[in-house]
């Protein structure tokens, strides 16, 4: 309908009616179960507060959600259509890698359609608006959702953001598309020691430069909705923060769309002690202008005393208010209140086969092999004895910890993929060991249910162990599926300890001792240090979670069916002390080298080098590729001007293979510190065996650009240095002037 006659329909509400828009519920409410990521609590609220509710979280399935919706608008004398709304992040039925993986695959386009797909299958069953994408930079491994992020550098993450929103939101097409709710704004990334839920403070510089460009990137794409994050910033918690919500979201950037807090995050302002009661906290979030309340009792119980007290406006509750009809309204639900949602063409859009083609694909190119010591990979189909051991063998979990929506059935294991591309050859399978000592230690959610026999007691534990190294010992080559536990990352992940899991690790030591070749395909979703486990490794092949088609996948890869072409997006340490760990820091006064300093007093660590173990950008394929020859077209630059820098790639190996060649610059001297190289651009070549190609990049002005010294956007004359390599720790160099 028009947007006045919404605005006519906003006119004809009653207060209650209207504060009913801004309230979010589970399905309990509706008489269906209850799917929980946060706090578990009654809300106490009214039958009537339920009947003028404007929106249902985590609810999906074609009939369900009709069902509720036509029970609903019979009782309705609005007849306002219920949004259902869910966490759809990396799949629906068909489950892609996680969002970390995604990001290795540095493929943005890839990626969109992808969303594409994913928004046509949860689009079918259902679902209204997704509460995707998670675009916190991370620069933390410590932070179990660093599995949500595309990773630690702001430029990709917003070329990820962007291509992700337009896949979801496809220009509105009501039979392929989801509305985005990009999260969690902002800087939830950065909570101290990579502790959920923990505080961020940071300057308004790093904030501005680093960590909110991602979700500015969604914003600027269309994304509808942005989900407030559950940290404070600057001691004022995200959800009551007028200058981050009002200030910079809606009055900066121009977001005319829907905030939704995070779960309950207007109640936890009590907890986080900036409001004493539910009355205070609904106040303070309605005054940074979050629309939505996701499940708390307080905008619904509070609201309407506020106005009629005179704490708050009724023209503050009707702008949210039609808020959230004009995202109702552009989501064609007055004319369909259902949208897409039949159950027979969501089964049909989740068995496409071309879904599951996209889904393998894109899992082949978000692996990142690390590690490939006498080319040990890729393995032989015929004529070798494969021992394919570890608790990620035959597991569903390779779906990863956010895939609540998901069919488990339908992820196709490692073992099933490889016994499949055998032809005639030998494949062993044991599950080896448990996954984590302790199970109880990881707490409960719902959704997931534990291994397979991952309660087995110790007896078992031990048949698993003889069992594993005996068909090692009979075997050519083991493959080891290992990796954290898929409930050791996602949200409440947080880990002190990075490493792979102690059981794991035992028996990757004694598997090593069987004398045969090992290669290490890992499951997880974080960087983890493997300083303690890589010499137990021939080759070391990083897989994520990898999604429902993960087996077929990576059994593409191991055999050389694909080469390997995903390149980390966040940098692996050797060890938890390092972290934060990030690849654009900055140099200090006193650089580990060059700094003239001789002996003790530089800015290094006494037992750990300060770069990572594998570097930001970094990645192997079956081939190997030699840069060379960096030339400038100028060695000045001038505002409005171009310059062009070309390098010479060439594929040294016996395999094809895809090379991701990138572009770092570096602003030597700056009115602030400038950070040692940043990511600029990108080219993904395929090169034949022997085979060049001169790839060029274009530099302008805009590249140079950060907050100056006044908080100004600004590219500052002086010397910069252009970097060109295969990652950001082997570069060709040279530099030029920015005159101005
Ligand atoms: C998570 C969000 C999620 C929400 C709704 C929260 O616990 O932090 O990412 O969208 O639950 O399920």
Redesign the pocket.
């Known amino acids: 309908m028009t947007d006045q006659k919404v605005q006519e329909l906003l006119s004809r509400m009653t207060l209650e009616e209207k504060i009913g828009q801004l309230v979010q519920l589970d399905g309990g409410c509706y008489g269906v179960g209850a799917?929980a990521?946060?706090p578990q609590a009654k809300l106490g609220i009214t039958q009537d507060v339920v009947d003028v509710s404007g929106s249902v979280?985590?609810v999906l399935g074609a009939d369900k959600v009709r069902a509720i919706q036509a029970r609903y608008l019979s009782r309705s004398r609005l007849k306002i259509p219920l949004l259902f709304m869910?966490?759809v992040?990396y799949g629906y039925k068909n489950v892609y890698p996680i969002p970390l993986g995604l990001g290795c695959t540095w493929n943005p386009a890839l990626i969109r359609e992808d969303y594409r797909m994913i928004a046509e299958e949860a689009c079918a069953d259902g679902c209204m608006v997704t509460?995707?994408p998670?675009v916190d930079l991370v620069r933390d491994a410590r932070w179990g959702?660093c599995m949500?992020s595309p990773g630690e550098d702001a430029w990709l993450n917003s070329r990820y953001a962007k291509a992700m929103v337009e896949g979801f939101q496809n220009d509105l097409d009501p039979a392929h598309s989801v509305a985005s709710?990009v999260?969690?704004y902002a800087a939830y990334g950065a909570v101290e020691a990579g502790r959920e839920y923990n505080t961020v403070d940071m300057s308004e510089r790093r904030l501005r430069q680093d960590y909110l460009p991602g979700y500015k990137a969604a914003v600027d794409a269309g994304c509808m909705l942005v989900?407030t994050s559950?940290n404070t910033i600057d001691s004022v918690p995200v959800t009551a923060n007028r200058w981050l919500v009002k200030g910079i979201l809606r009055d900066e950037w121009g977001f005319g769309g829907v905030v939704i807090t995070?779960?309950a995050a207007i109640q936890e302002l009590k907890a986080h002690g900036v409001a004493a009661s539910d009355r205070e906290a609904s106040r303070l979030a309605m005054d940074a202008t979050v629309d939505i309340d996701?499940?708390t009792p307080c905008y619904a119980n509070q609201l309407a005393g506020l106005v009629r007290d005179g704490a708050l406006r009724e023209e503050q509750i009707d702008e949210a208010c039609l808020r959230v009809l004009r995202l109702k309204n552009r989501l064609g639900l007055f004319e369909d209140p259902y949208r897409r949602a039949d159950a027979a063409c969501a089964e049909a859009t989740a068995h496409d086969p071309a879904h599951a083609a996209a889904a393998r694909k894109t899992a082949q190119r978000a692996a990142v092999l690390l590690k490939n010591e006498g080319n040990v990979l890729p393995l032989r189909k015929q004529g070798q004895r494969i021992a394919l051991i570890g608790p990620y063998a035959d597991s569903a979990d390779i779906i990863g910890m956010w895939a609540?929506h998901a069919d488990r059935g339908r992820a196709v294991t490692l073992r099933s993929a490889m016994e499949e591309k055998l032809a005639g050859g030998v494949l062993g399978f044991s599950q080896g060991c448990r996954t984590v000592e302790a199970l109880s230690a990881l707490g409960e959610f719902g959704n997931v249910p534990a291994l397979q026999g991952e309660d087995a007691g110790e007896a078992a534990a031990a048949r698993w162990e003889q069992e594993a190294l005996a068909l090692a010992a009979e075997s050519d080559v083991v493959v080891a599926a290992m990796g954290e536990h898929m409930l050791q990352s996602g949200?409440s992940g947080s880990r002190t300890d990075i490493t792979l899991p102690a059981p794991q690790k035992r028996l990757l030591k004694k598997l090593r001792a069987v004398g045969k070749p090992v290669v290490l395909v890992l499951f997880n979703g974080r960087p983890l240090a493997l300083e303690d486990i890589e010499a137990d490794c021939d080759a070391i092949l990083e897989a994520w979670f990898p999604g429902t088609q993960g087996g077929p996948a990576l059994a593409d890869l191991l055999f050389g069916d694909a080469a390997p072409s995903g390149r980390l997006t966040v940098s692996f340490p050797y060890t938890v002390g390092q972290e934060p760990l990030y690849y654009n820091g900055f140099n200090t006064g006193r650089p580990a080298e060059g700094s003239g300093h001789s002996g003790r007093f530089v800015s290094r660590y006494l037992d750990c080098p300060n770069e990572a173990k594998y570097p930001f950008g970094y990645g192997l394929g079956y081939h190997t590729a030699v840069y060379s020859g960096l030339t400038l077209s100028a060695d000045t630059l001038r505002p409005g001007g171009t310059l062009s820098a070309r390098v010479t790639v060439r594929n040294t190996g016996a395999a094809a293979g895809v090379e991701v060649v990138q572009l770092y610059l570096r602003d030597l001297v700056g009115s602030v510190a400038r950070p040692v190289r940043e990511l600029k651009d990108f080219r993904r070549i395929t090169l034949q065996p022997g085979e060049s190609r001169t790839v060029e990049f274009v530099i302008r002005e805009a590249m140079l650009a950060f907050l100056d010294r006044n908080m100004e956007w600004t590219a500052e004359p002086g010397t910069f240095e252009v970097m060109i390599g295969p990652h950001c720790m082997e570069t060709q160099k040279a530099r030029f002037e920015f005159i101005v």
């Open positions: 799917l990521t946060g979280l985590n869910a966490d992040i509460f995707s998670p959702r949500e709710c999260k969690h989900m559950f995070d779960y996701m499940k609540i949200e």
